[in-house]
């Protein structure tokens, strides 16, 4: 008798990577994971008993590979005016890959029907905006960081396609958007930026 397959957690989230990529979310479906990383549709269910649940093992990925990056990042710009958005506005030096855009749009395209999806990048949101209070000038830093949230968006949604010396002019903007503007000028509320 044949053994069964030894999967690993990892196995599993790659699949369903290949599958969003692949197909999109529209497609996204147990079987489907099964099929693409060569098991059986039980063993898939055992950790993840819906469609839903696989989106947010791919959100829980993305945001931990997301953390991961940042705190590298951290180290390269620790001597900066505002560690938190330079280390974001860095890693945005980078144009997302196809495996991103596609991540990025199976998670949008289901946050509508989906309430846990949407309370998982609020939480995000909600960090990055908690970090972005770290510096000097947090209104400033909130007002960079949508700047630059509002630029990674159009890309991972492909409405713009900039080249490198584009895209590092326009960080470098972001940045000197902080440097230069004194705190004193944005007055928003405290927690002005909380739901």
């Keep these: 008798m044949a053994r069964p397959k030894k999967v690993a957690t990892d196995d599993i989230l790659d699949a369903i990577e290949r599958v969003v990529v692949k197909y999109g979310a529209a497609r996204l479906s147990i079987d489907a994971v099964a099929q693409e990383a060569g098991i059986s549709k039980s063993r898939v269910v055992l950790d993840y008993k819906s469609k ?24 390269s710009v620790a001597d900066t005016p505002h560690p938190e958005l330079f280390a974001r506005v860095k890693l945005a030096e980078q144009a997302p890959d196809d495996t991103e855009r596609a991540i990025v749009m199976a998670i949008t395209s289901s946050m509508a029907s989906e309430v846990s999806l949407k309370r998982r990048l609020q939480d995000w949101v909600a960090h990055d905006l908690q970090a ?8 400033t830093a909130r007002l960079a960081f949508f700047a630059l ?26 940045r000197s958007m902080y440097t230069s503007c004194p705190e004193n000028q944005l007055k928003n509320p405290p927690d002005s930026h909380k739901a």
């Design 52 to 75: 839903t649940a696989l989106l947010e093992a791919l959100i829980d990925r993305d945001l931990q590979r997301e953390t991961a990056r940042i705190e590298s990042a951290l180290e």
């Design 132 to 139: 972005m209070d770290s510096g000097a000038k947090p209104e």
């Design 149 to 174: 949230i509002g630029f990674s968006c159009h890309e991972w949604f492909g409405l713009i396609d900039w080249n490198d010396e584009q895209r590092l002019s326009f960080m470098e903007q972001i």
